[in-house]
């Protein structure tokens, strides 16, 4: 009899069609999520388990022996990881937020009158409208196109990172863009996907996850999980890193011909991964290359509780939604150090690639945040040493943020990327009044 191999796992999943669970009964698989419909998803990991509360008898015998064990109520935990890679892991993203996508929708000179462009401010200048009030934020990933005389900025990432002016129709961007005259033709937008936390009307979703063991014919599905959060992580010499936490209610079991339960699931995606290298970071306004490490943590802290009388859970319930994260960095001035004492209200935008090409499928995270803690530290002892500043941030609503910073505890989405049916737009989470972190895609 064979033994199986990590290679010949794969995971696949469906979402249900309704997020709702029936606290004291479990639907029939082959109904809902069905076995059709299915996605491989791309990982480095797995940790999804069943796992059983047990209880053990405490009563006190004169054999010394222990009458009975017995187990519990049952319930799915664990994460999936991988390298943070376009589209991949939108579904999670999106369910993790508790919404559907909000899509920005291009613009013109209908709606912005001419743009002019200047590579020594890094400023895109538009004579009419706002963009803000067309949907535009800061860390948004937008191109130009159709340009004539300045034919150089059409389909560059260009990374919002501030507005101004005149019903903010000033846009600091980065890269800075080729100098441009007033163009009067051109086309403006975000591609992809965006999705923020709302404050009203969440969407409540859930999955099924098969882990499949093809040599062996083998399966097991995870039923009714719900997603718990994400996490990236950004070192700088290392690929970019998410990981998708998960509770659910049960897993059933597969074998021979009836493994396995999804049957030919869509093929993973084949996008590139996104490297910390690659890209820029902003931290408090000021582009910074110091920065040696950066995780950003979004929990919505599940829990699932027992009950009599079955051995399921009822529900997986999910809490508020917290942003922290944790950035390390060289120690070159005492700027963070006095934000954290100041108890300033900062910011902080990263951008990525998976290419160093100018139209790269990119991802964008802004985190207006306060530093929650800060120490610094020396790696090594010698003449060569550096000391690093660790700066613990939490982002949270900020009612004094500026509109255009958005107003949602958190906003992410991705973009460039438009034959994927599950394509990332640009991805936000920052606050005018609420976000408190933004991811962006650019291309996927």
Known sequence: MPLSEGTSVRISYKEYATGLIESNTQPDPTVDPGTTGAQVVRRVSSSLNLVKDTYESQEVRTDRQIVDYRHGVRRVTGSISGEWSPATYWDFIKAACMADDEVVTGSTALELGSVAADNLTSTLTFTNGDPVALGYRVGDIIRLSDLVAGAANNNVNFV???FGGTS?????????????????????????????????GHIRRKFAFEEQFDDIDFARLFLECRIGGITLNLPATGLATIEIPVMGRDMGVFEGAAAPFFSTPDPPTDTGIFAAVNGLIRVNNVFVGVITGVTITMTLEPSSDAVVGQNFVPEVFLGSVRVSGTLTAMLENADMINNFVDEDEIDILITLTTTNASDSPAASVHMPCEIRRC???????????????????????????????????????????????????????????????RVGLAGG
């Open 160 to 162: 919002i990172a501030a």
């Open 168 to 200: 903010n129709r000033e846009v600091t961007v980065s890269p800075a863009p080729a100098t441009m005259a007033d163009e009067p033709t051109f086309n403006f937008k975000t591609s992809g996907r965006g999705v923020a936390v709302p404050s009203t």
């Open 375 to 437: 120490k610094r530290r020396c790696h090594r002892h010698g003449r060569a040493d550096n000391y690093n500043a660790v700066c613990g941030v939490e982002g949270h609503q900020h009612p004094g943020w500026r509109r255009t910073n958005n107003n949602k505890i958190l906003r992410l989405g991705s973009r460039g990327v438009t034959a994927a049916p599950r394509t990332c737009r640009h991805g936000t989470v920052s606050a005018p009044g609420g976000p408190a972190c």
